[in-house]
């Protein structure tokens, strides 16, 4: 399906340049962009993701991973193939990559208002677009967006961060909650393994805190490219001095997949040792994502246990009607946590 691209500016000889994302891609007529979903057609930008879902479930909140954003419930995920990075570890390379392996594939035509109802009939409290990139399908994305509002229903966005600051201008009335990925922490990681730049992803990250959307931030830690403890302290750093300490980071176990089938998974000492430093450096949230048994939520005054995850489900059991603890009256970071 053929739709108006949005965020782009003409050029001359019919080429025209996308706003969308930080590559901002000069496309020749007849030609597509990195993120081979949007198209210039005689000198006009069409996106050819619109209404085309390549998934859709109903997941538990905590699966965005967003620990502080109406824990316990449920948010109904979608998204369009395709993404404007090209991570050597993708975990949905599947869906993220398949425009650029093997074309644009077809997939189950479902627009805004459907996609509201069957949210609202479903019982969630949210609409998450994740999975791939959102921001590859921001028209569709913007449009239900708006609809949910009408209805009540929050917005969250599982992003890699790599928008244009006008993007986020115009979606941030929209925008509930975020969750960036900062991969890694150096430049040449993420013009070598990524397919990206770093900057962009920071500004888009201090420009969401900014506009006052709830954000979390998730490094997946790989053996051998980004596991260096210096430029994890790096990351913790940034998010502590630049987002603020109450910026939950969710530091996730690798696995081999993708193009690094032949990468061992991440050492859990690593791991625990990022928690430790990220804790020591002053952030109040640290969550070690994939392995068991590290993703409860204590109350950084007291100590008392408030939240109690098991893998994609939370219990409130700490927290007071006005999401205070209920032991010293220390309020939890965090946006619907009362109980």
Known sequence: ????????????????????????????????????????????????????????????????????????????????????????????????????????????????????????????????????????????????????????????????????????DMFHTFLDAANVDIKAFRDATYRKYIGGRLEPVLESCRKIKSLGIWLEITTLIVPGINDDIMELENIAKFICQDLGPETPWHISRFYPQYKLTNTTATDEKILNQTKDMAERIGLKYVYIGNVYGNENTKCKTCGQELIIRSPFFARIIGLDKEGKCKQCGSPMDGRGLGK
């Open 1 to 168: 399906m053929r739709y108006d691209a949005l965020l782009y500016k003409e050029l001359e000889d019919k080429q025209v340049q996308c706003l969308l994302c930080a590559h901002k891609c000069k496309i020749r007529e007849g030609e597509r962009g990195i993120c081979q979903v949007r198209e210039n057609r005689d000198g006009q930008l069409f996106t050819f993701v619109y209404g085309n879902l390549i998934a859709k479930n109903i997941d538990p909140i905590e699966k965005k991973p967003l620990y502080h954003f109406y824990p316990g419930s449920r948010s109904y995920s979608i998204a369009t193939p395709g993404c404007n990075f090209r991570c050597d570890w993708c975990q949905n390379w599947q869906i993220s990559q398949m425009p650029k392996i093997m074309g644009l594939p077809h997939g189950q035509r479902m627009m805004p208002e459907e996609v509201v109802e069957q949210a609202l009939a479903s019982g969630c409290l949210s609409i998450s677009y994740t999975y791939t990139e959102p921001t590859i399908f921001f028209e569709y994305s913007f449009d239900t967006a708006k609809i949910a509002k009408t209805h009540e229903l929050k917005n969250i966005y599982v992003t890699n961060g790599f928008m244009t600051a006008e993007m986020l």
